[in-house]
């Protein structure tokens, strides 16, 4: 219930809404309950006589809540009405009555679900930027390829889930109950005895189709799993049809799949046995419980003791039949609650994920670089062994320095500790003597530009691409940028220009112009310090050349560390740092390391092969 409350939060002036809703509800019920309760007089003046030709009985002397003094005040009128009008200017008048109160009934009924479904869509606008709002804010290790997928599916699955069961449990489980006792009390009122007699009965007859439905759903289940399996060995077969033609394997594979095909036949055998018999069941059951109660009823209508008169029974009847779709509404609306709680539940736990690395209090807004960027015996490990091994390194200001080495060395690991992607597992980065976790976050940010070898581009045009998360960018400085990275004539040549469209992460461009978007993004933000993770090892020669032009237009005046496979695009560094295993293992100028003849000489020796 705490989580429902939370979910509801969600939904600004909730309380006040959800007030307005009851309202709404119990209004639209007794207007529905009194448009019911009117086939009973009208029943009364197509059956008895005694209407027309009686005497007006008399006001109650008392006035009191009871059965009997509404009765008696209710036929006063009523039969006093008859008298003067004629019956068949009642049954008008009647009929005139339901209309009007079915309408009133509706028009609330609408306006309850209107407030309900208001509710709901604040809910999921709300709780969707929420989420949104909360992941963005989390530090990069939080996001690997394996949450990735959970994270999308949370946003939507698990959305729409909780989207669907905040309207359905306003509306069955907040609203139903109040039908059922107005219903209910209706009933009691008529005949406590028959509604008494009738509540025994319900249980066992509710009982027996609860059970049908539970197993049924959890055939459901296993039906789906043995679906997903199946699409599963789909996506293999087809995906590795060299492989399996090749290995004469097309045997195997429809085995497998037969045999899944075959435990997917039976589960759903068993959920048709099951479904089809349902309706049929609860149809024969309910018209025994109506046999049972109409003989039962029918015996107190017929003992003649005015204790059930035939009008009564008949508008009993009319009420209990309308009971039982709230009763299932309600029942209904439990499950789709729990579901939608389990589901917030789920959502929840990624709202409250505090982030890694965040602003301490009092952070420093750095507005410049001044000196240098110090690596003080850091090491690193993402999970258990240690990614970088107790490094020192400083790097002055306008100084480039490249990290070279075999793959997964720990270059990416080093370069992503600059911008605070991740914080040293041991010792300190620091930058103009100061350890970077006092500095604000994003003021350090704004310090650096990242190109890396995949240039993260969005759905959007070439220009919003390159004022990426800058506001107010003039034109003629988005042009001067692009000129800059050797992107400009390309640009010239698409569709629409600046304004083309880049489609899905810029896959309507070759790789190597995305990189110099990428690159043309860097200037534009002009920052002190660039990071370079293998910018160019991904392009052909004639691109990788733009490319590296491009990017010594952007190193020019700049602090820069690149991260490199192709040695030669680095000779020109101030210092080479070669790493191997989370350790530094060689340092110094391109010349003193060919002379050192160590790692560094034999990588560039194989790359000239
Ligand atoms: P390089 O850039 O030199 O190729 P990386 O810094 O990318 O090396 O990786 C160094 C090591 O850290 C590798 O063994 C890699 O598997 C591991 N690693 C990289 N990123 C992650 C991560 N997000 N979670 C766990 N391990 C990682």
């Not at 699409?231 to 060299?242: A, K, Y």
């Amino acid at each position: 219930m705490k989580i429902y409350f939370r979910i509801l939060q969600y939904a600004p002036g909730y309380a006040a809404r959800i007030l307005k809703f009851f309202i709404y509800a119990i209004l639209g019920v007794v207007f529905s309950a009194g448009y019911l309760a009117l086939t009973m007089p009208m029943l009364k003046v197509l059956f008895n006589d005694s209407v027309v030709n009686a005497s007006v009985p008399p006001l109650p002397e008392t006035f009191e809540l009871s059965k009997t003094v509404a009765e008696q005040t209710f036929n006063h009128y009523f039969i006093g009405f008859v008298q003067q009008y004629g019956p068949h200017n009642t049954l008008l008048v009647i009929c005139v009555g339901i209309v009007v109160l079915i309408i009133i009934g509706n028009t609330l009924r609408y306006l309850e679900r209107l407030t309900a479904s208001r509710i709901k869509v604040d809910v999921v606008k709300n709780m969707r930027m929420d989420i949104f709002s909360k992941v963005s804010s989390l530090d990069i290790g939080y996001f690997n390829n394996q949450r990735k997928g959970d994270l999308m599916s949370r946003f939507t699955n698990d959305m729409s889930e909780v989207e669907g069961s905040v309207a359905n449990s306003l509306k069955s489980v907040l609203k139903e109950p109040i039908t059922l006792i107005v219903y209910l009390t209706v009933l009691f009122t008529i005949s406590y005895k028959l509604t008494l007699f009738t509540l025994i009965l319900l249980p066992v007859t509710g009982g027996l189709v609860a059970e049908i439905i539970k197993r049924l759903k959890r055939k459901a289940k296993q039906s789906q799993e043995s679906m997903g399996r199946i699409v599963n060995i789909l996506d293999e077969t087809f995906g590795g049809m060299r492989v399996i033609k090749a290995f004469n394997a097309r045997n195997f594979i429809l085995k497998k799949i037969d045999d899944e095909t075959s435990y997917h036949r039976k589960v759903n055998l068993s959920i048709a046995r099951k479904n089809e018999l349902s309706s049929p069941l609860s149809e024969v059951l309910g018209v025994i419980i109506v046999a049972i109660i109409l003989y039962y009823g029918g015996n107190l209508v017929l003992g003649g003791s005015g204790e059930l008169e035939p009008q009564e029974f008949m508008g009993f009847l009319v009420f209990y039949a309308s009971m039982i779709q709230p009763a299932k509404n309600f029942s209904n609306g439990i499950t789709s609650l729990q579901k939608g709680t389990v589901a917030a539940d789920r959502i929840f736990r990624i709202i409250d994920t505090e982030p890694a690395i965040k602003n301490k209090e009092g952070a420093i807004v750095l507005s410049e670089f001044k000196d240098c960027i110090e690596f003080r015996q850091v090491s690193f490990t993402y999970g258990t062994d240690p990614v970088l091994k107790n490094i020192n390194l400083k790097i002055e200001r306008g100084k480039t320095v490249a990290l070279v080495g075999p793959s997964g060395g720990g270059k990416s690991t080093l370069a992503d500790l600059v911008p605070r992607f991740y914080d040293p597992t041991q010792g300190a980065v620091l930058l103009d003597g100061i350890g970077l976790p006092e500095y604000d976050i994003e003021s350090l940010r704004r310090l650096m530009g990242v190109v890396t070898q995949e240039s993260i581009l969005f759905n959007d045009s070439i220009f919003n691409n390159i004022a990426f998360g800058m506001e107010h960018v003039k034109e003629e400085d988005v042009i001067h940028a692009a000129r800059v990275a050797n992107a400009h004539d390309f640009i010239m040549q698409t569709e629409h220009g600046y304004q083309t469209y880049i489609g899905d992460r810029g896959s309507k461009l070759s790789g190597g112009q995305r990189q110099r978007l990428a690159i043309a993004r860097a200037v534009l933000k002009n920052p002190p310090i660039l990071i370079l993770d293998e910018a160019t090892s991904a392009l052909d020669s004639e691109s990788e050349r733009l490319v590296q032009d491009a990017l010594t237009n952007l190193m020019k005046n700049r602090t820069s560390i690149v991260i490199a496979h192709r040695l030669s695009t680095i000779q020109h560094a101030d210092e080479i740092v070669v790493l191997q295993d989370g350790h530094i293992v060689e340092r110094g100028t391109h010349a003193v390391l060919v002379q050192q003849n160590g790692l560094y000489k034999k990588l560039s020796e194989i790359q000239k092969a």
